[in-house]
């Protein structure tokens, strides 16, 4: 089945960043911390993440704030470059005033020059590339953000086989959301790369280390270790 890119690249409409950040995506989120846990301790036998990560996309915060509960040693750079989400994550932050000294929000836009000097230990990203117009900037900000030996995941959707397949989903797990969300999650689900894709962007990104892998009925995993 061919791409269909979304309409925007931007989830800055009010109506729609309350609707998204109201959605119960837990699960998803679960898995994102479950493959990045795994993937950055059990190299190095730690029992928790450490070190300064950088979350490309990161919405209403619901990550981060996942992250900063359940590894005490770990700081965030928290990207995104729509204004209404990021409005819903300072919201969020400050109902959790005790998280939020090591969370730090940033409007930013891909490929984030101003922080291609900090030299980030991890860096990760959910559901954020099929939202792009040209994927190769976020695999050009991995490369320029991230230090020698960084640990990267990146998750997002992968593009069914056709749009039965599309449908099908929407009604599995978007059944009963609002309107917006269902007209969001088919538009994502077209606009989503396949594995295949994914590993040319790669290729041509000079990140061939990195491995794809399909980890639900729905998301595939980006993960690994840059080179030291």
Not at 1 to 23: C, F, V
Not at 57 to 83: K, Y
Not at 141 to 162: N, Q, Y
Request: glycine share 4%; with cysteine.
């Amino acid at each position: 089945m061919q791409r269909i890119p979304e309409p925007e690249e931007l989830m800055n409409d009010s109506t729609q960043a309350k609707a998204y950040a109201g959605a119960d995506l837990s699960e998803a989120n679960q898995l994102f911390v479950e493959l990045l846990e795994r993937l950055a301790m059990a190299a190095v036998q730690a029992s928790s993440l450490q070190g300064h990560l950088l979350d490309l996309g990161c919405g209403p915060a619901d990550i981060p704030l996942m992250l900063v509960r359940r590894h005490p040693q770990l700081t965030i750079d928290a990207v995104d470059g729509a204004p209404a989400m990021l409005e819903l994550a300072r919201q969020k932050l400050a109902a959790h005033p005790e998280d939020e000294p090591r969370i730090r929000l940033l409007c930013e836009h891909l490929p984030c020059p101003g922080l291609a000097a900090h030299g980030y230990d991890l860096v990760a990203s959910n559901s954020l590339l099929h939202h792009l117009a040209d994927p190769d900037v976020l695999w050009q900000t991995v490369s320029s953000c991230a230090r020698p030996g960084a640990d990267i995941l990146v998750m997002d959707l992968a593009r069914p086989d056709s749009a039965t397949a599309v449908d099908a989903l929407v009604e599995h797990y978007a059944d009963g959301a609002p309107p917006v969300l269902r007209r969001d999650f088919r538009n994502s689900l077209f606009a989503s790369y396949t594995p295949t894709e994914v590993e040319d962007q790669l290729q041509r990104a000079g990140l061939s280390q990195l491995a794809v892998t399909q980890v639900s009925d729905r998301h595939l995993a980006i993960a690994g270790k840059l080179p030291s």
